[in-house]
Nanobody, 119 residues
Framework: HVQLVESGGGSVQAGGSLRLSCSAS????????MAWFRQAPGKEREEVAA???????KYADSVKGRFTTSKDTAANTLYLQMNSLESEDTALYYC??????????????WGQGTQVTVS
């Protein structure tokens, strides 16, 4: 079955950078979209960045120009480079994936999350 494992979270001062990774295993194909979500205490979950099966990328307005997502298809790994971090970026960051082509936006697989704290 599909498993997602995030890594790279931590504590950083405002203005600093972090790089998150999400390794996917268990897929028998490579046609699935991937996305990063985050949830801060007391706030709703927010989609941060997403890559669809054709490689098109979108970002939340709150992170445009600061965050960059990329995917290593051969390694089944999604990355999120976060620069110019702000205290408002503090949250638990999750990786999520679609099951297969034709299910755009239907993120059915989720990782456990990695904490990002900006002070």
């Amino acid at each position: 079955h599909v498993q997602l494992v995030e890594s790279g979270g931590g504590s950083v001062q405002a203005g600093g950078s972090l790089r998150l990774s999400c390794s996917a295993s268990g897929y028998t194909h490579d046609r699935y979209g991937m996305a990063w979500f985050r949830q801060a205490p007391g706030k709703e979950r927010e989609e941060v960045a997403a890559i669809d099966i054709d490689g098109a990328i979108k970002y939340a307005d709150s992170v445009k120009g600061r965050f960059t997502t990329s995917k290593d298809t051969a390694a089944n790994t999604l990355y999120l480079q976060m620069n110019s971090l702000e205290s408002e970026d503090t949250a638990l960051y999750y990786c999520a994936t679609e099951p297969e082509a034709g299910y755009a936006g239907a993120y059915v697989y989720w990782g456990q999350g990695t904490q990002v704290t900006v002070s």
